[in-house]
């Protein structure tokens, strides 16, 4: 069966630093793979999503990028934090387009 | 710009009781509606509705989707305190690898 991990599942970090935020698949071939932040207050928003490797496609424009070095990982980066990129991020991957996609447990940043 | 409604934003109701939760949803290119069942980390899937008037049924819960009137009900009978958690709708639309739009969520507390 499948399964999706995220690591770290809380972070708390300063404005101004680095963010490395992972998460990999297992289970399954060139999932399609999804980057959601969930502020409080609001729904989840999508940020970020791919279909293959090294392709990646941003939803808002934003602080933040992805990369997708290999088939079943996806990574989300900012080189400088800020306030606003405090959160609940969520990974998730899908099969196909069209079906159903499905969550890692998320992580929670919290910005200084 | 895709747009999915959910209401109410909070329920609260005693064990034993039944509820209905609402979505309403304005989409382009419509593919299929979900519900997710969020307690503390991942949403976890429910229902992909894709067909007006069919209801998908799952134990206590189950769901239908109008797309001439655009909105999908969840009907939860003889709640449990388990089923205390914020429930989630998401529109699937055409976009790039069909990205979920997701609602504000529904958070129903089930009192014993």
């Known amino acids: 069966s499948q399964t999706i991990h995220q690591w770290p599942a809380t972070l708390v970090q300063p404005v101004g630093s680095p963010l490395s935020l992972e998460c990999t698949v297992e289970g399954t071939s060139n999932p399609n793979l999804y980057w959601y932040r969930q502020a409080a207050g609001r729904g989840l928003q999508l940020l970020f999503y791919?279909?293959?490797?090294?392709?990646i496609s941003s939803e808002v424009p934003q602080n933040l990028s992805a990369s997708r070095p290999q088939d079943r990982q996806f990574i989300l980066s900012s080189k400088k934090l800020l306030l606003s990129d405090s959160g609940f991020y969520l990974c998730?991957?899908?099969?196909?387009?069209?079906?159903?996609?499905?969550f890692g447990d998320g992580t929670r940043l919290s910005i200084l | 710009e895709d747009k999915v409604v959910q209401s109410p934003l909070s329920l609260v109701v005693h064990e034993g009781d039944t509820v209905t939760l609402n979505c309403s949803y304005e989409v382009t290119n419509f593919r299929s509606l979900l519900w997710y069942k969020q307690e503390k980390k991942a949403p976890t899937f429910l229902f992909m509705l894709?067909?007006?008037?069919i209801e998908k049924k799952s134990g206590r819960l189950s769901s239908i989707l109008d797309k001439k009137e655009l909105f999908s009900i969840l009907n939860i009978t003889a709640t449990q305190t388990g089923d205390s958690a914020i429930y989630l709708c998401a529109d699937h639309s055409g976009g790039g690898a069909d990205g979920l739009t997701f609602g504000k969520g529904t958070h129903l507390i089930i009192q014993p």
């Open positions: 791919s279909v293959g490797i090294g392709q």
């Open positions: 998730a991957w899908s099969e196909l387009n069209s079906q159903p996609q499905h």
């Open positions: 894709t067909s007006s008037g």
